[in-house]
């Protein structure tokens, strides 16, 4: 892990999103009451989609635009690919430590900890999508996309679960227990360091190669904004895309659905398209006529963005910390989350308001740190 305080060239849209993408993750993770939290901050139980589902792809989207911007402005300043390859498998490597170092604070008991993760996963995608970024041109990034996620299905449609059955003639197509992503999962490791039960981890193994598509998707993007092409017609090239790809998800549904839990193809195309529209209507407001400035408003957005990866992992083993803190008083112990939601929760006679309001206050301390980061234009790299 290293600082820096000078930030690398990049678009004012590319930390904006990012922010705000690693401002709603910490929320969704963050409520103050489980069982009081509205749906929409919710991942679906299963089949569907909500703006939680929205969060993590939009982040890997975002990590697959760095990953182009970064890479070609290395090689502008005249670095040989084969000296990149090295930082790529340095950096994967410590994000996936620190996905590591998440999951087990502050315990760390070996026999349960958990490999699989949000940050193991940026790793393995972060890892893939660049070497293919460094070594590739575009035309095998698309094909390769593509292979990704009709590959996926192939495998869940067609390839049988050892034991239980061909999926849609002898069990449903995304039975949560009985797929071959689940099954993968508790073949490789025992169920105590799952994170759903025993039953699948949604940052599992298989689910990884289409998380990897989700990257490219950024790549590709990244390509396009760095073309010779006016300001204008990048912004329609990036609506056109999300067009395509939440029409393609959304007729791909019926027969694939949309899936978070497994990272379904669908999801990739859905949540893609999304993302795709969100950057756009940022380089709207941001870059298609770029000022000297950015707008005020940016300024906290811009505090995440720049330190995101710092700030996710700052505030995981902060709620891993106030929950493991236990308090007695009253002649009761309580953990000390709970002991900060109780004021709320009894000032906020809503018990989804409350619960919000103390993720939105967790986000606000995490925020303190980042900006101060910000102003003293410090930018911590992974």
């Known amino acids: 892990m290293s600082t820096s305080t000078v930030p690398s060239a990049r678009l004012t849209t590319l930390d904006v999103v990012r922010g705000l993408t690693v401002a709603a993750m910490i929320l969704v993770n963050n409520n103050g009451d489980s069982a009081h939290t509205w749906p929409f901050f919710e991942h679906a139980p299963w089949n569907g989609f909500t703006l939680a589902d929205f969060v993590f792809p939009s982040f890997l989207f975002m990590v697959g635009i760095s990953i182009e911007f970064s890479l070609r402005s290395r090689l502008a300043k005249g670095a040989a690919k084969a000296a990149l390859v090295l930082p790529i498998l340095r950096r994967s490597a410590l994000i996936f430590a620190c996905g590591l170092m998440i999951s087990g604070f502050p315990f760390y008991n070996l026999h349960t900890l958990r490999i699989y993760g949000v940050l193991q996963r940026i790793a393995l995608c972060f890892l893939a999508s660049g070497l293919l970024a460094l070594y590739t041109r575009t035309r095998t990034i698309v094909v390769t996309t593509a292979a990704l996620l009709l590959g996926f299905w192939i495998l869940l449609r067609f390839v049988p679960v050892p034991g239980l059955g061909m999926p849609v003639r002898d069990l449903p197509m995304l039975d949560p227990y009985a797929n071959i992503v689940s099954w993968t999962d508790r073949a490789i490791f025992p169920v105590t360091r799952l994170y759903h039960h025993g039953v699948y981890d949604p940052c599992g193994l298989l689910g990884t190669f289409p998380s990897i598509a989700s990257t490219l998707l950024g790549v590709l993007a990244g390509k396009w904004l760095l073309t010779a092409s006016t300001q204008l017609r990048k912004l329609q090239g990036i609506a056109a895309a999300s067009i395509a790809c939440i029409a393609a998800g959304l007729l791909w549904s019926p027969w694939f659905p949309i899936n978070k839990r497994i990272w379904t193809s669908s999801y990739v195309l ?83 308001l409350a619960s919000l309001l103390y993720g939105v206050s967790f986000v606000g301390v995490c925020f303190v740190p980042m900006a101060v980061l910000y102003h003293r234009r410090i930018f911590i790299k992974v």
Do not use: M
């Open 270 to 352: 859905f949540a893609g398209g999304l993302a795709l529209a969100l950057f756009a209507i940022c380089y709207w407001l941001l870059d298609l006529h770029r000022k000297q400035k950015p707008p005020v408003w940016t300024w906290p957005a811009l505090a995440f963005g720049t330190n995101a990866l710092a700030v996710y992992i700052f505030s995981e083993l902060l709620a891993s910390g106030v929950d493991v803190i236990h308090i007695h008083a009253g002649g009761h112990t309580s953990s000390l989350r709970r002991l900060l939601f109780l004021p709320i929760q009894h000032a906020v006679p809503n018990p989804y």
